[in-house]
């Protein structure tokens, strides 16, 4: 913890007091001092100065990057304000009010052919494209509504509602066991499929009080999530129309090495988070391998130092991006260990282990 208040950015310094840090052992003079520094912090204003003065970030909801399918030249709102909210901005912040804004409209009944977003365009003349886009639209707004601390929000738990009942209707059914057909030598998500998504399992991860209503679903998507997920790659068909699964989780989703260093590092740090608010790191074989693998890169002080880093890993898929990094400069040794070092914190403390803090 020392090392980190000396070389972390505001963001980590500050969610280390407030997160991770016993109440006894910071101040408030402290912690002011640091919302005032995390105000002011290059990463927060950069994602502030993309804002809209709609709310949106892009005119895009779901973007993770340049898409050009879907006409998408940049990040998109439910990225960004995650992002903002993982670097420590208040949920009472402007920017993320004005997005709120946005998110309860979509999670309304309003079906304003605008409200589809980028998926207004290709989804005009067709309904199951449209109706997938919806319930998209709606599962990711409803887990980065949640993440802000809006859980007991009723427009929130509503939207839980259907979508973990669509999940568990998907989970009780042969489709769990079976979900990719094959069409013409093509493999295809079946059509009345509604696996887990990285969204669903996040809405379920950020309510905790809904997990105790919930949790004999939670055990069953603990358990399909345990399996290995498929190796051939399939696309949802939609008509004529076909869209690239991005979110949709079939199996384990973390991929380790043989030595049990994930390949995909900032997706395998935030997946393990998400797993231990659902209190189900244990349950994941993979993740407790990965866990096991950041204790063994950390030396004497509880600092994350594997060999030979010489630059921060970049992540393959691009889904948590908005978590990491939180660190602005990579150019110091330092700083390069600053974001992984928070990580490893966070989670021991929010499994409850038995902290030492110097």
Same mark, same amino acid.
């Given at each position: 913890?020392? +090392?980190?208040?000396?070389?972390?950015?505001?963001?980590?310094r500050?969610?280390?007091?407030?997160?991770?840090?016993?109440?006894?052992?910071?101040?408030?003079?402290?912690?002011?001092?640091?919302?005032? *520094?995390?105000?002011?912090?290059?990463?927060?204003?950069?994602?502030?100065?993309?804002q809209?003065?709609?709310?949106? +970030?892009?005119?895009?909801?779901?973007?993770?990057?340049?898409?050009?399918?879907?006409?998408?030249?940049?990040?998109?709102?439910?990225?960004q304000?995650?992002?903002?909210?993982?670097?420590?901005?208040?949920a009472?912040?402007?920017?993320?009010?004005?997005?709120?804004r946005?998110?309860?409209?979509?999670?309304?009944?309003?079906?304003?052919?605008?409200?589809?977003? *980028?998926?207004?365009?290709?989804?005009?003349?067709?309904?199951?494209?449209?109706?997938?886009a919806?319930?998209?639209?709606? *599962?990711?707004?409803?887990?980065?509504?949640?993440?802000?601390?809006?859980?007991?929000?009723?427009?929130?738990?509503?939207?839980?509602?259907?979508?973990?009942n669509?999940?568990?209707?998907?989970?009780?059914?042969?489709?769990?066991?079976?979900?990719?057909?094959?069409? $013409?030598?093509?493999h295809?998500?079946?059509?009345?499929?509604?696996?887990?998504?990285?969204h $669903?399992?996040?809405?379920?991860?950020?309510?905790?009080?809904?997990?105790?209503?919930?949790?004999?679903?939670?055990?069953?998507?603990?358990?399909?999530?345990?399996?290995?997920?498929?190796?051939?790659?399939?696309?949802? *068909?939609?008509?004529?129309?076909?869209?690239?699964?991005?979110?949709?989780?079939?199996?384990?989703?973390?991929?380790?090495?043989?030595?049990?260093?994930?390949?995909?590092?900032?997706?395998?740090?935030?997946?393990?988070?998400?797993?231990?608010?659902?209190?189900?790191?244990?349950?994941s074989?993979?993740?407790?391998?990965?866990?096991?693998?950041?204790?063994?890169?950390?030396?004497?002080?509880?600092? +994350?130092?594997?060999?030979?880093?010489?630059?921060?890993?970049?992540?393959?898929?691009?889904?948590?991006?908005? $978590?990491?990094?939180?660190?602005?400069?990579?150019?110091?040794a330092?700083?390069?260990?600053?974001?992984?070092?928070?990580?490893?914190?966070?989670?021991?403390?929010?499994?409850?282990?038995?902290?030492?803090?110097?």
């Open positions: 913890m020392t +090392w980190l208040r000396e070389h972390a950015c505001p963001s980590i500050f969610r280390t007091l407030t997160e991770i840090l016993p109440p006894d052992a910071t101040n408030e003079q402290e912690i002011a001092s640091l919302r005032e *520094e995390l105000r002011r912090y290059k990463a927060v204003t950069q994602t502030e100065r993309k809209r003065p709609t709310g949106l +970030w892009a005119s895009n909801i779901l973007g993770t990057g340049p898409s050009k399918s879907l006409g998408t030249k940049d990040v998109g709102t439910v990225a304000y995650r992002r903002l909210l993982e670097l420590g901005v208040p009472d912040h402007r920017s993320i009010q004005l997005a709120n946005v998110f309860f409209r979509l999670l309304s009944r309003d079906e304003d052919p605008k409200l589809l977003f *980028e998926f207004q365009k290709p989804a005009k003349t067709n309904p199951d494209l449209r109706s997938f919806r319930d998209t639209l709606k *599962e990711a707004v409803a887990s980065a509504l949640a993440h802000g601390g809006l859980a007991d929000d009723p427009r929130v738990r509503g939207a839980a509602n259907k979508i973990v669509d999940l568990s209707q998907f989970l009780r059914s042969d489709l769990a066991d079976k979900p990719i057909i094959t069409k $013409s030598l093509r295809k998500l079946h059509p009345d499929a509604k696996p887990p998504t990285i $669903s399992v996040a809405l379920l991860a950020y309510m905790p009080a809904y997990q105790r209503e919930r949790a004999s679903v939670i055990d069953r998507l603990m358990d399909f999530l345990s399996q290995p997920a498929p190796k051939k790659s399939y696309m949802i *068909e939609f008509g004529k129309k076909t869209v690239k699964p991005t979110t949709q989780l079939l199996g384990d989703p973390l991929q380790n090495d043989s030595t049990g260093r994930p390949k995909d590092l900032p997706f395998a740090l935030h997946w393990m988070e998400l797993l231990a608010r659902l209190n189900r790191l244990e349950a074989a993979s993740a407790v391998r990965a866990l096991a693998r950041f204790f063994k890169d950390c030396n004497n002080d509880g600092v +994350w130092n594997p060999k030979n880093l010489r630059a921060l890993p970049k992540s393959p898929s691009g889904l948590a991006d908005f $978590s990491f990094p939180l660190e602005n400069d990579a150019k110091k330092e700083t390069r260990r600053t974001d992984v070092t928070f990580r490893i914190a966070l989670l021991a403390k929010i499994v409850g282990m038995e902290l030492e803090f110097t």
